[in-house]
């Protein structure tokens, strides 16, 4: 009888509203409910894991292994990911409730701005990888037919994107110094990056016959970049010096608020760490990027002429070919007096061939701490958004409109290059056409200035995940079938120090020196054309005597790349979806 007199009582309070549960009321009825639910949009946001693997798929890096969707037949509809809509019903049924009276109208339209930005966040990711998407700005039960829909047209999409941003820029109030919340100059900094890659493609890939409304993309582009320039304060950050304060923007805690716009923040204290130097200082995790000595070719020497004008530039070691150059190269991989941190010991630390395969072992996204490389250790703050890339944005657009002056150029670019100790060719934009990086990576190029920016974006922006996509933009797909090669190889069986310290550091056979002939320390690295076990060497010399990696492996670009597929799963349940070109097979 106790126990069904409890039982009784406990069921009458279950009549009474839960305290942990909210209800419609509680939630949009106040501005602490509208900010608490507003904090699940930023899980729309990539983490810092995400970033630091946004450039695994890119033209100018060898990896462990080639990725499938390069590899002829292996990648198609079955294999196909990413149609996720689950993040967008939350931001939608945000908007469609977010009418009470009660909250200030200025309060509630704050609140739905950030809404639509995160639904713009969404939609371009949906529109870079798929094309068509269906459209949806409400919110539907499971027996809503509209959840069958067709997709719709990417012009459609777009607009409806630039719209979103357009109310996000007007009406968000949010002012941050931490930079981890979307404030309306995020949203600028962003309508800046869509309407630049949305133009260049239509620009580019003819074949949607899109050209009419490519100027006017690119000029939405120039616009919100210049309104971030004028009003945003922001800057680019020179504090440390031009051997310093690029690779600085990568390995602190707290974002360098002048530059950074937006980061993936790291907090010990929250327990809240990354895996940067895993993924990149790791011999069996992560993809063990490296940079290929094509790409490496593109910068500059420091006086702002191209390394490739050099004489003999094709058969320099690498000890040589680094020095003199471009002040990101060294703040970007391995060279020089780099050093780190292994226990209470600060070590000079050249290349390591267990972690690279060109030579060209990246550092930018890295801690200088070895105590970091194995687990989620990383305490340093990852940028999502940044100001140089509101600069480059702003210089790119003007350049394909044809309205580059001298001032953009200075303001842009020539910043760029000023704060990475280039000393020459800043102030005013290029009139000669440097015939490699035309011949290597653009050949419909003519514009000595877009052939400028390009090779200014991929040295700015490397491995901070924009790559790929800017090469479907410019339409340049091909640039992923580039060799996988690394630096020049004098000599076999001859030891070679890496850093000019002194010290030899590796020595690459093709028959391995009897060990009393081997030099303690040295790292052996066999690249002989067939293995012991008679399989094709993965690392070998081409002609050129220069280091390849994985040219065994066949890796074929085809226009039907420039979009994935839809996954085959999704086509069944609505077969309205269609198929991307080329992937209906």
Known sequence: MLFVSFIVVSCKKLDQAPQDTAKRNDVFGNVTGLQLYANSFYEILPDAGAVVRGDAMADYAARTSVPDFLRPGAYGPRQSTDWVWTGLRNINFFIENCNNP??????????????????????????????????????????????YNPRDKR?????SIIADLDYAGTYIKTTDNTRSLITKYTAYAFKSRVCLFEGTF???????????????????????????MTEGGFSLNTAGGTDKSYRALFTGQAPVASEVILAAISDPALGVFNDSNWYWTSATYGDRLSLIRTFVNTYLNIDGTPFTDKPGYKTMPFVEEVKGRDMRLQQTIRMGNYSRLNGTTQQIAPPVFSYTYTGYQPIKLTQDDASMDGGKRNTNSVPIMRYAEVLLNYAEAKAELGTLTDADWNQTIGALRRRAGITGNTATKPVVVDQYLKNNYFPAISDASILEIRRERGIELAFEGFRFYDIVRWKRGELMDQTWNGFYVPALNVPMDLNGDGVLDVCFYTTLPAKENQVAGVTYVNVAPTLANGTANPQRLNSDNELTWLTTIARKWDNKFYLYPIPETDRLQNPKLGQNPGWEQ
């Open 155 to 159: 012009t459609l999409v777009v607009d």
């Open 102 to 147: 009660k909250v200030a109208l200025a309060d509630r339209q704050h609140f739905i701005g950030l809404a639509r930005f995160f639904r713009a966040w969404f939609y371009f990711d949906k529109l870079k990888r798929f094309g068509d998407v269906p459209w949806y700005s409400k919110t539907m039960k499971v027996d809503d037919p509209a959840l």
């Open 202 to 228: 239509r620009k580019y890939h003819d074949e949607y016959g899109l050209q009419a409304s490519v100027n006017g993309l690119l000029t939405q582009a120039a616009e919100a970049a210049q309104k971030v």
